[in-house]
């Protein structure tokens, strides 16, 4: 049977992730000076949100997954006797974890105590955390029909087009000091202000490479309804190519149902028996796109 490897960008919860025997590489996570790797531990995911780690006062830094340490999950697994492996990663525009994935790869493949019944299939997800948990979850659902590892990494790649991911920003001042310790301006200081003063809160729409405001809104709370809605549309529409929604929270878990617009997706998507995963975002989307941020990926039929 085919092996799925993900990164942590990958927004699925930890015990679905180990029921399933899906290895997670982890990406780097430095606050001050306690780094570690993120690997979607509950405890340490727990802590990190309920501790306002992920705040504009502390100097935080992310990482790729190392090559070296991708290679070792790599062999670990060759030696387990794994044949046909696919790895996920985040997309390659935002990360470098492809690149070293595909390098990882390459000198497994070249190396002397590696058979040549071996095969590795790198793809980029060309997404971003719920999308890529979408992803995931649509790969496996191909293993577990019994698919080739080329078989998988083909119909992922295809699929991958039709992934549509939305977050609802909570805090624009606080993505803006997180684009300018990357030395993006994308967001002017006037901008975020006056955000902040009127309470406004974009909706980001993610599909491919690309990333836009789709929408913008007034209170938090509208925003999260307003995100909510899009899948709940799309859901009454029949216009789902997978009955699969992903969910996620830079935040507790416990807290997401408490998100004004959740009760009536979940009631929705059970009317029209389509499975609702409800994931702590990564730690890469909670540090990037802020604390309490919550996003959603489907795929669509357009």
């Not at 430095?30 to 306002?52: E, I, L, T």
């Not at 992310?62 to 070296?68: K, L, N, R, S």
């Not at 216009?239 to 935040?251: C, E, K, N, W």
């Amino acid at each position: 049977m085919v092996q799925l490897i993900v990164d942590s960008g990958c927004d699925l919860p930890d015990d679905f992730l180990r029921k399933f025997a899906i290895p997670v590489l982890p990406h780097a996570v430095a606050v001050g000076d306690d780094a570690f790797g993120d690997q979607r531990n509950p405890a340490k995911m727990n802590h990190f949100y309920s501790m306002s780690l992920v705040d504009r006062s502390r100097q935080i830094v992310t990482g790729p997954a190392p090559t070296d340490e991708i290679g070792s999950i790599l062999r670990g697994l060759v030696a387990k006797g794994c044949k046909d492996i696919v790895v996920q990663t985040i997309n390659g525009t935002n990360s470098p974890t492809y690149k070293n994935a595909r390098t990882a790869a390459r000198v497994l493949r070249n190396s002397d105590d590696v058979g040549d019944d071996v095969t590795i299939h790198t793809v980029d997800s060309r997404t971003l955390f719920s999308g890529q948990g979408l992803l995931a979850l649509y790969s496996l659902m191909l293993i577990r029909r019994g698919l080739s590892g080329t078989e998988v990494a083909d119909k992922a790649e295809d699929f991958s087009r039709w992934i549509h991911g939305y977050a609802a920003i909570k805090d624009v001042y606080y993505v803006r000091e997180r684009a300018r310790s990357k030395n993006e301006n994308s967001i002017s200081w006037f901008k975020a202000t006056a955000a902040r003063h009127l309470d406004l809160h974009p909706i980001l729409s993610m599909h491919r490479d690309g990333s836009t405001v789709t929408d913008t809104v007034r209170g938090y709370d509208n925003c999260t309804e307003a995100l909510f809605k899009l899948a709940i549309d799309r859901i009454r529409a029949g216009g789902l190519r997978v009955p699969m929604v992903v969910v996620s929270i830079a935040g507790k878990l416990e807290d997401l149902p408490k998100a004004p617009g959740f009760a009536e997706l979940e009631q929705v998507a059970g009317e029209h028996n389509v499975k609702v995963y409800r994931s702590v975002m990564s730690l890469s989307g909670g540090i990037n796109l802020g604390p309490g941020t919550v996003a959603l990926a489907f795929a669509s039929k357009a």
